[in-house]
């Protein structure tokens, strides 16, 4: 009787210890969740022959040169990015000789930071 009373305490006093600790306890901070970066295409891209020029802003700056990247199904090719007058401006010279009309992911990276945007294709006249 006397083992199962030490035990019962042993048990009842490790019980205490855990809900002390537990309870005084901070929890770790969050850090906070920071807005993914957005790319905003300021005209709607043709489907015609030849190259065009689509300026294209970004919510957040970029210190590197960045890479664009378009959904593959719209069958736009971007030959290059090219700065503008500061790190969060870009123009992009597009192909849209083959592209399918509609509303396609754009995204603009650079180191970690990846700017996600859409670009519009309008269908031939």
Not at 31 to 36: D, G
């Amino acid at each position: 009787m006397t083992n199962q009373l030490s035990a019962g305490f042993a048990g009842l006093s490790i019980a205490a210890i855990v809900l002390t600790t537990s309870v005084g306890a901070k929890p770790a901070p969050v850090p906070p969740i920071k807005a993914a970066c957005s790319a905003t295409v300021s005209q709607a891209v043709s489907v015609r022959p030849g190259e065009q020029e689509v300026t294209v802003t970004l919510s957040e700056e970029l210190m590197e040169q960045p890479k664009a990247d378009v959904a593959r199904e719209s069958n736009l090719k971007v030959s290059s990015v090219t700065k503008g007058a500061d790190n969060k401006n870009y123009t992009l010279k597009v192909d849209a000789s083959n592209a399918a009309a509609g509303a396609w992911a754009l995204t603009l990276t650079a180191g970690a930071t990846t700017c996600a945007g859409e670009v519009k294709v309008t269908p031939a006249e």
